[in-house]
Antibody, heavy 118, light 108 residues
Framework: EVQLVQSGAEVKKPGESLRISCQGSGYRFTNYWIGWVRQMPGKGLEWMGIIYPGDSDTRYSPSFQGLVTVSADMSTSTAYLQWHSLQASDTAIYFC???????????WGQGTLVSVSS | DIQMTQSPSTLSASVGDRVTITCRANQTVTGWLAWYQQKPGKAPKLLIYRASSLESGVPSRFSGSGSGTEFTLTITNLQPDDFASYYCQHCDSYSLSCTFGQGTKLEI
């Protein structure tokens, strides 16, 4: 069974750094793109970026380029989303999702709530 | 950049109704168009991919169509479980740059 399991909720202060994770299981992790999606409170879905764990090829939305870093560790089948300096506007739920051959995300993590407040 | 615009933003309907949600792109997309259902506090669920292919396990009352710049999601015989938010999404097959529509809330 394919599963993406994300790390738990985080409460951080502005200016702090953070890395959240998404561990895949039940399939060959290196063979599928993993994307990250933001959902701000009461808002829609926003695509942030995507990584191919097999060779770490990474693409970013222009809206998020330079603001976050996407990475992956093949040895632990885990993808990461990282911030170096959080802002209150980063408060959101973040989902990871696996991209299928039809360019749709067919498996999703449960989401990680990130709260940033002073 | 490709932008996807959904309409309507909110849709009121009743159990048993047939509804249609539209997604328009600001330029021609190659058919890599997907539809998702999302309920509050949950991850999105894939319904349709490649514009008209039904994801495994999704009821046949959901269907997708369209090409070029205009795509539709149709739900027939609405069930209580269908009241949720729906999103379209496109990923460019070369750049893998992806975009979601702004969403449609289907309410009773």
């Amino acid at each position: 069974e394919v599963q993406l399991v994300q790390s738990g909720a985080e409460v951080k202060k502005p200016g702090e750094s953070l890395r959240i994770s998404c561990q895949g299981s039940g399939y060959r992790f290196t063979n599928y793109w993993i994307g990250w999606v933001r959902q701000m409170p009461g808002k829609g879905l926003e695509w942030m970026g995507i990584i191919y764990p097999g060779d770490s090829d990474t693409r970013y939305s222009p809206s998020f380029q330079g603001l976050v870093t996407v990475s992956a560790d093949m040895s632990t089948s885990t993808a990461y989303l990282q911030w170096h300096s959080l802002q209150a506007s980063d408060t959101a739920i973040y989902f990871c999702a696996r991209l299928q051959a039809g360019k749709a995300f067919n498996y999703w993590g449960q989401g990680t709530l990130v709260s940033v407040s002073s | 950049d490709i932008q996807m615009t959904q309409s309507p933003s909110t849709l009121s309907a009743s159990v048993g109704d047939r509804v249609t949600i539209t997604c328009r792109a600001n330029q021609t997309v190659t058919g890599w168009l997907a539809w998702y259902q999302q309920k509050p506090g949950k991850a999105p669920k894939l319904l349709i991919y490649r514009a008209s292919s039904l994801e495994s396990g999704v009821p046949s009352r959901f269907s997708g169509s369209g090409s070029g710049t205009e795509f539709t999601l149709t739900i027939t015989n609405l069930q209580p479980d269908d009241f949720a938010s729906y999103y379209c999404q496109h990923c460019d097959s070369y750049s893998l740059s992806c975009t979601f529509g702004q969403g449609t809330k289907l309410e009773i």
